[in-house]
């Protein structure tokens, strides 16, 4: 049985990269796909583009700036009846046989929930950014072997903690019955947030690892918005998740490695990336969640 998929990919101003995506998605071998762009109301001639090059792409055009999290809940309830919701950054590159890998990765293992693409560096493509997300101790996630050179060390198909959220398939089922991602994020950590709360329901990741793409690193967001929300997202996530049996056993690593991120944007305080970590961790402290930045 081959899985029917929709590739969801929200734009904000992403015109320059956004040609690279579609027609990288163009090339697919997987037989059974749609792709829906929300545009976050972007100003650079997107809109006007897509319309021009791309007549079959479904586009929903948004009033203003909601967010990745809210475009990717959009973009998925458009996307009826498939059975994959597959989220793929504006700012990427997928080999050919990308989605097919992909979908094949969930029909292999009908307990995973989701699966995890091989993400390179689009400009040094033997360069890993992410072989499935892995929880560091004291529960923070990293992308298992970032910066690494790819020589095949991550070449199986084994279960990790979530998928990076920049290229990413999940069931339809699983999503729906979790409510896609959280909109108190706004955006960043919403993978994280969406596999921890699958984990909690019993279903796992799977890394799917010829399933690949290439990603600019933070091409249409990054900077100072990006270190706010990092950085209030991750307190948010310790508040939602942690148990007080997490906290027993990892509350050193834990407050060391809070105390290591304010530190280090102390340490740079004249940078407003910096500033911004701060006000985000003060944020998370207190509670607030949504668009603040």
Not at 59 to 70: C, H, Q, R, S, T
Not at 250 to 257: F, H, K, N, T
Request: glycine share 10%.
């Amino acid at each position: 049985m081959t899985l029917s998929a929709a590739v969801v990919i929200v734009n904000w101003n992403g015109r320059e990269y956004l040609r690279t995506c579609l027609d990288s998605l163009r090339r697919q071998t997987h037989p059974q796909f749609q792709v829906i762009v929300v545009d976050n109301a972007s100003t650079d001639g997107s809109l006007e583009m897509l319309a021009a090059a791309y007549p079959e792409v479904q586009v929903e055009a948004l009033d203003e700036n909601m967010g990745f999290v809210m475009g990717s809940n959009i973009g998925a309830a458009r996307a009826g009846d498939v059975d994959v919701l597959v989220m793929l950054n504006n700012d990427t590159e997928a080999e050919s046989d990308w989605l097919r890998n992909l979908c094949a990765a969930l029909e292999a293992h009908p307990d995973a929930g989701a699966a995890a693409s091989k993400m390179l560096l689009f400009d040094h493509r033997n360069v890993l950014h992410s072989a499935g997300d892995i929880m560091a101790p004291g529960f923070f996630p990293q992308n298992r072997g970032v910066w690494e050179v790819d020589e095949g060390q991550y070449d199986e198909d084994i279960w990790v903690f979530g998928p990076c959220g920049g290229a990413a398939a999940y069931r339809r089922e699983v999503w729906e019955a979790l409510e896609g991602f959280d909109p108190r994020l706004f955006m960043y950590l919403e993978d994280v947030d969406l596999a921890w709360r699958m984990q909690k329901a019993g279903w796992k990741t799977v890394f799917a690892p010829e399933a690949q793409v290439y990603h600019h690193l933070s091409a249409t967001g990054g900077g100072r918005m990006a270190s706010y929300y990092v950085g209030r997202n991750l307190i948010l996530l310790h508040r939602w998740h942690l148990t007080r049996e997490d906290w027993r056993r990892e509350w050193r690593a834990i407050l060391a490695g809070h105390a290591r991120i304010v530190g280090d944007a102390l340490r740079a305080w004249r940078g407003e990336a910096a500033r911004a970590r701060l006000q985000g961790v003060v944020h998370g402290l207190l509670g607030l969640t949504g668009r603040r930045h």
